[in-house]
């Protein structure tokens, strides 16, 4: 088979999503327990099904535990895994082995086999997800950064990674021998070519990668995002994922060219000069991709908006290249990986960024979890909790921290910063992350390490990710600086609040806000999705913003506070404009006629009808009810509705002011006599409200004349409503159900004459 073929062929195994992140080496392939093809796929399914509820719930648990969700989706694989849930069979047919045949792989793991935890039908759509993963991060480097904080974040991005690699590397090699028996011939090895195997070259790869995820939302919370130790950790972060993919790329280099040279024959001993050679490739393969992409991400970019109209087809075919230089990497003898990154970093400054994003979010919402989900479960729990793993992990991951701490806090030193920045820079730099995770999937799939070894690059990358943010945290906490010569007082980072209605507002607005920023030229980089933490950056400024509830949060200088309050009142402009065209048709005298000449009683059908106006059955019931205004009436209501359910509402005040301003936003005022005015608030723990019908007293064309309505007509019922603002209650369906009752003639006469309680609510029972 010529060359041109086999390139050929491999960029279709790229885009088809390959089985597995490299050659699986000497690993047997997964078993095949001889069922039909249609058995294989509905197996399929339903793993893939198991899997996306199993990862998302482990997503949210981790969540709330203010962890990546990336640690819960992969606690989530490790528990429905073949090795755990997932080994439990059920029945006599074919789940009688588990959902992941868990069963039978203990079956012949206990008779001596080797073979994948995973299917290659399913471990192919994990490697989809790593590709889509690793070209997402491309896209989200900070090209500029890169480039501006080459010095200081090179100086740091190599010490952390060289040294991180020694340490993980000279760990495998001296404890791996003493805790696994297969282990045994790397004492037997010299040195430096024992270093050279594939377990210690990927335990030391692993070691290398950085997640800033974590960190950035530290440095936010803390207001250091704008540091001087804030700037180079991010800038040290970008340089470190790029130099850890340079050495794998130069790590998979070696161990193809030692397995060649074991193929051949070839006499014991290493070959230095042959190794680096290996390395000079590698590195070379990976700066000339990069170098001839950036170069021409201007007229990849022009091309597929000349050819491709659409925002999606643009994003999908960027997104298919990225699958081609997947697959020419691999081809190369590096990882598919690799591949992925230097397309999206190619793209990165182009105005396509933010579009291949925005389309590829729910691709990569749908794929990443299944991806990680898969990772969880090729760990065998059994030997994961192990004594050897557990005390073999425990001193790697040790030195893993330790030498991250070292690594980047020497340069820093070097570099202006006291020993406490460097320890602060140091300490930003230990969490591990996604990339980590994917290097030590390539190592297995690949047959370079095996379970155990897994299993603790997993256990270091929890342990980091968890110990980093409280280390941090201590670090900043005196006030001290961190830099030999601080800058001036006047140019320190300060942080503005803007305090919006709603959580769902303040998104708006922030999307609103970047968006405005990357108009101008800023490049905008989200640093932590989870977070909602964006970078902005455009020459010396450096603006960070971040979502919290209901504010937004903005860390800058005095000198970017102009520019920020001026992207500020562009939004604010933009976004009442937008408020006005909305509610202008929908107060106009169209709306009352429409809603005149719409059929009444066809919102709900009638059995639903019963079953809403349940909520009403508790409802306070106000007949002869007295207010002098609009305000008072609510006020007076909400009141009474505290009073009788206390528990309900636990701060009335605050319930109050949610309905008015409700209110002041659009009154509620229906047609034929009918108000509906509600609120929501954290004081309201459940669905609550009443139903007062207004005492006219002799004042006929009614008692609340700035209660506005659609049709004119005088206010005589109000039906008032009161819910929690994150709670999912059936308010629409309750406004339809009352207003089917009381918008007929018959209905609103006789809830009018009602004169008790009691006569109301036999008045619903009957509705």
Known sequence: MNKSRKFILSCLFALCAGFAFASHGETPPYPNFGLPRTEEMMFLVVQIGVIIFAAKLGGMGAQKLKLPSILGELAAGIVIGPWALGGIGFGDGIFATGI????????????????????????????????ILLFLSGLETNLKMFLKYSLVGSMVGLGGVMVSFVFGDVCAVVFLPKFFAHFAPLAQMPFGQAMTQAAPLYMGIMSTATSVGITARILSE?????????????????????????????????????????????????????????????????????????????????????????????????????????????????????????????????????????????VYTFLVPIFFCVMGMMVDVTQLCSAPVLVFGAIYTVLAIAAKVLGCMVPSLFCGFNILGGLRIGAGMVPRGEVALIIAGIGLSAGYLTQEI???????????????????????????????????????????????????????????????????????????????????????????????????????????EAMLMTAWMEVASQVNDLAKSISKPMRSDAMGRMLKDT???????????????????????????????????IRKI??????ENPRHVTDVEAATQAVLKREASMPTGLDHGIAVPHGRDKSVTSIAGAVAILDNSGKPGGILPDYETIDKSPVDIIVLTLANDQAQIPYLQLMSAISRVLRTDEGYAMLAACKSVEGMRRFFRGA
């Open 638 to 643: 909400v009141a009474a509705i505290a009073k």
């Open 454 to 560: 897994f299993g603790i690059g997993i256990m270091m990358t929890l342990i980091t990710t968890i110990i980093a943010p409280p280390a941090l945290v201590g670090l900043f906490a005196p006030k001290k600086k961190g830099v030999r010569h601080p800058k001036p007082s006047a140019s320190d980072s300060r942080e503005i609040a803007f305090e919006l209605s709603s959580p769902e507002v303040a998104d708006y607005i922030l999307n609103k806000l970047v968006a405005e920023f990357r108009t101008e030229g800023f490049f905008t980089s989200l640093l932590s999705k989870a977070d909602n933490i964006w970078e902005i950056v455009m020459d010396e400024m450096e603006i960070s913003i971040r979502r919290t509830d209901k504010q937004i949060l903005v860390q800058c200088t005095e000198a970017e």
């Open 222 to 362: 803390k207001k250091k995002m704008d540091s001087e130790e804030g700037t180079t950790i991010m800038a040290g972060a970008v340089i470190d994922d790029v130099l850890g993919l340079i050495v794998l790329a130069i790590g998979n280099g070696i161990i193809a060219s030692t397995m060649a040279a074991g193929e051949s024959g070839a006499a014991s001993g290493m070959d230095w000069g042959e190794i680096g050679m290996v390395a000079v490739k590698a590195f070379g393969v990976w700066l000339g991709a990069t170098v001839i992409g950036v170069f021409a991400a201007r007229y990849i970019a022009k091309g597929l908006k000349n050819f491709f109209r659409s925002p999606v087809v643009i994003a999908t075919m960027a997104f298919g290249l990225s699958m081609v230089l997947a697959g020419f990497f691999e081809y190369m003898g590096l990882a598919m990986i690799i591949g992925a990154y230097v397309m999206g970093l190619s793209l990165s400054r182009t105005d396509l960024k933010h579009t291949i994003q925005e389309s590829l979010d729910s």
């Open 599 to 633: 059929q009444r009683g066809t919102a709900l059908k009638t059995g639903n009808v019963r079953n809403i106006l349940r909520y009403v059955q508790g409802f306070v019931m106000l007949p002869g009810f007295k207010a002098e205004n609009k305000e008072d009436a």
């Open 100 to 131: 992941f045949h868990g069963g039978a792989l203990r079956a012949l793991a206990a008779e001596g086999n080797a073979f994948d935890a995973t299917s290659p039908e399913l471990y192919g759509i994990a490697t989809l997800a790593s590709i």
